[in-house]
């Protein structure tokens, strides 16, 4: 059974760093692509981040380009989202994601995974 456990969240200041990590069981790491995606109070979830087990292609939102940078190591099982620069606006719940199957135009849509963690929640104060 897959599992997905994020961690790396807290509170940090308007500027500040955080890493984030997603740990998966259960799994082929290799077979799968991974996603972030996050949800503040009020809004719907949305796409943040993934990586393609095909291709390593890294596409972004452009709330988040040249700030957050996403990884993954095959030998631990993890996937990891260095988050710089933060703004306030950058609250939310944030989620792992995976998928064996999404392909490259998908890579941006929820839908797309079938697998997801409970969440890490990040909070940036002004």
């Known amino acids: 059974q897959v599992q997905l456990v994020e961690s790396g969240g807290g509170l940090v200041q308007a500027g500040g760093s955080l890493r984030l990590s997603c740990a998966a069981s259960g799994v082929t790491f290799t077979r799968y692509s991974m996603a972030w995606f996050r949800q503040a109070p009020g809004k719907e979830r949305e796409f943040v981040a993934a990586i393609s087990q095909r291709t390593g292609s890294t596409p972004y939102a452009d709330s988040v380009k040249g700030r957050f940078t996403i990884s993954k190591d095959n030998r631990k099982n993890i996937v990891i989202l260095q988050m710089n620069s933060l703004k306030p606006e950058d609250t939310a719940l944030y989620y792992c994601?995976?998928?064996?199957?999404?392909?490259?135009?998908?890579?941006?849509?929820?839908?797309?995974?079938?697998?997801w963690g409970p969440g890490t929640q990040v909070t940036v104060s002004s």
């Open positions: 994601a995976a998928s064996e199957t999404v392909i490259m135009s998908q890579l941006r849509s929820r839908s797309a995974y079938q697998h």
